[in-house]
């Protein structure tokens, strides 16, 4: 199973296209967790289309067009709502036995600023996502805004406490375990965002959290970089890749 995220960058344009294909085409994910896109269909330049037997669920973020979507190959998926955050966090419950011998949950997270900052809405998301985590195993991706993997004291980028302390509530109240710093373990955190102004900078703020029963199957996971990419968006793929179930 793999599993990717990405955040498009304002859904793309005319001369910006063609997301949903390359990453298809490209990295070949079963799990696509897209952020800042518009559904295939809306999407300027766009040829692929999910097919009938495949999952898919997208909303927009408020007024905006474009907003979050998820992609399952081949897969089940029943749409979940979370109350306040409909386009920022979009998602469902997943079925397929070749992937997890249990259902599971998956949401796509754009984290939005809100009114209490990034770090106080990502708590207030994480309290709606948490009645949900006895029904089935939970997998959260996307770009979340802040940091998603402990920094080491080395890093370029100070750790802020409200960081630490969600990825503590991430580890201890929900279980799950950032798959790039389980799967490349004692390393500065990778770039995921290469902000316009400051494309130097490291901000690692695009991952993949999935269940600590997973970590056994988890193969690797990385950043995807390259010039076709950076044409595409300031974000960089990441990519997880696990063992069957």
Known sequence: MRIVTYNFLRAGSLKRCGHWSRVIRSLKPDLLLAQECRPPQGSPGERFRHGQRDGFAWQSAGTRDWGSGLFARSASLVPIAIPDY?????????????????????????GPAG?????????HILDRIAPLRGRADLVLGGDFNIAVGYRQPRDRIRMLRGERDILDRLTKEFELVSCWQAANPNRPLAQTLRWMGNAS????????????????????????????????SDHNPVVAEFTPS
């Not at 966090?89 to 992937?99: A, K, M, T």
């Not at 009114?115 to 708590?123: A, F, P, S």
């Not at 690692?204 to 950076?230: A, E, K, Q």
């Open 86 to 110: 409909n386009g920022w966090v979009v998602g469902g419950q997943i079925r397929n036995s070749l992937w997890s011998e249990r259902p599971f949950i998956v949401f796509s997270v754009h």
């Open 115 to 123: 009114e209490r900052g990034y770090i106080r809405t990502m708590q």
């Open 201 to 232: 900078t490291p901000y690692h703020c695009d991952g993949i959290f999935v269940p600590r029963s997973w970590l056994p199957r988890l193969v690797s996971c990385r950043v995807v970089r390259g010039s076709r990419w950076n044409e595409l």
